[in-house]
């Protein structure tokens, strides 16, 4: 994602490119990749919450330093 932002914020800055980003290659690339970070980040907390209400494994344990 920050490579892909990095690249488009380039092309509008050097005038490569207007801002709006439709049909860019980096835009698509970036936005593609923040929908694919939402749902890694809502399943992620979605299962750890699911462990936790099945007591398969506290959230005081998945929170710990401990291993």
Excluded: C, F, K
Excluded at 11 to 35: F, I, K, W, Y
Aim: zero cysteines; a neutral charge.
């Amino acid at each position: 994602m920050a490579a892909s932002g990095s690249l488009y914020w380039l092309q509008v800055r050097l005038g490569l490119h207007s801002a709006e980003p439709d049909g860019m290659l980096a835009m698509t690339v970036h936005l593609t990749l923040a929908n694919l970070v939402w749902v890694y980040l809502i399943g992620h907390a979605g299962l750890a919450a699911l462990h936790h209400l099945l007591r398969s494994l506290s959230l005081s344990t998945m929170w710990s330093l401990h291993p």
